[in-house]
């Protein structure tokens, strides 16, 4: 038997984005509590405290991706847990929204701390990016199917 020991770093990482969404602050959070389809990911949220967030790949299998730990709706959601790290980490997301007449402002923080790889540190500000402005247009689309029906009904 042989034993290795080795010592990494630990590293912190935090990401902060902002986005103003032509939606009203309802419709925005109940597109973060949806599924989205289209993201090829199957990501699933149970919306109470100590709920998961997690990757639904079938006949009991996936990735926990993280807990509930506050849901007060519609201005703020966190999620603690591993996200999409397959190591020793340990992250907070944080969604606030505040709505600004017909708009929302959606803010995102996540802070991880952990053995976090070159490839998480790099790419999660692009990553939670590209994520905000998805949710963004998901609600825009959704608050205009609304009205639309709305006024046609």
Do not use: C
């Not at 944080?94 to 053995?115: D, F, I, N, P």
């Not at 790099?122 to 998901?138: A, Q, V």
């Amino acid at each position: 038997m042989t034993a290795v020991a080795t010592q990494e770093e630990i590293q912190i990482l935090n990401v902060a984005h902002d986005v103003k969404i032509d939606a009203p602050i309802g419709v925005v959070f109940e597109t973060l509590l949806e599924a989205e389809p289209r993201s090829g990911l199957n990501l699933k949220i149970e919306a109470w405290p100590g709920g998961r967030w997690y990757r639904d790949l079938g006949n009991n299998t996936g990735h926990l991706w993280g807990h509930v730990q506050v849901i007060k709706p519609p201005k703020l959601l966190e999620i603690w847990g591993p996200m999409m790290m397959s190591f020793p980490a340990v992250n907070h997301r944080q969604y606030r929204l505040t709505a600004e007449g017909t708009t929302t402002r959606l803010q995102l923080t996540h802070r991880a701390m952990g053995l976090l790889t070159s490839q998480h540190r790099e790419g999660m500000p692009e990553g939670w990016g590209h994520w905000m402005n998805r949710i963004r247009d998901r609600a825009e689309r959704r608050a205009k199917a609304g009205a639309a029906s709305s006024k046609g009904g």
